[in-house]
């Protein structure tokens, strides 16, 4: 990707992201609205845009973390497994650790949550393998899963209000997509060779 490329995707993640997470944010904290004051809106234009910029940070370490993967594990056949099970252990951490630390009366909660981040990950998976092919299947769950579970845990341990907690997911989740989505239309295609 060249650098100019690598730019669009940057500012059009950022744009978005924070716009998108800005509304979340209103709807979330309704008291922003009604007091109809400067503070509440960058407050919430802060939260959307700090929730975006950890989006970008934690999508580029995926793209190292991905090469250092495929590095390490000789190919992606067993690379692509270990993400598989790092994938299972995401999504079991995400509902039993919350459970140690919020208590496990709200277990139905956590894992109806879980279940909605693995299947918004399913079909921005299957929307990308589409795209490029199969292989991408695997590697784009494993960003939309592990990449922001690890990003959504300041959320996780600064506040236990609902609608915050969703709206900076929200605003993860749809950052996320949005650039794994975009990452091939943004690549060079190599000239042929003769």
């Not at 590095?71 to 067993?78: T, V, Y």
């Not at 609608?163 to 295609?189: D, F, K, P």
Request: aromatic share 14%; glycine share 6%.
């Amino acid at each position: 990707m060249k650098i100019k490329g690598f730019l669009k995707m940057f500012w059009m993640t950022l744009l978005i992201g924070t716009a998108f997470g800005f509304v979340l944010n209103l709807i979330a904290e309704p008291q922003y609205v009604q007091d109809q004051s400067v503070a509440g809106y960058v407050v919430a234009l802060t939260y959307s845009s700090t929730w975006t910029a950890i989006s970008l940070m934690g999508f580029f370490a995926y793209l190292i973390l991905h090469r250092v993967g495929l590095d390490l594990f000789r190919g992606a056949k067993l690379w692509n497994r270990v993400q598989v099970v790092l994938i299972a252990f995401a999504l079991f951490d995400g509902i039993y650790l919350r459970g140690l630390a919020f208590g496990f009366d709200r277990m139905p909660l956590y894992i109806g949550e879980m279940a909605v981040l693995a299947l918004v990950a399913f079909l921005v998976a299957r929307a990308k393998a589409r795209e490029t092919n199969f292989t991408a299947f695997i590697p784009t769950m494993f960003l939309m899963t592990v990449i922001t579970l690890i990003e959504w845990i300041p959320a996780l341990q600064a506040t236990e209000n609902r609608g915050m907690l969703w709206a900076s997911l929200a605003t993860l989740v749809m950052c996320n997509a949005y650039q794994i989505l975009m990452l091939h239309r943004l690549q060079e295609v190599p000239a042929p060779s003769r």
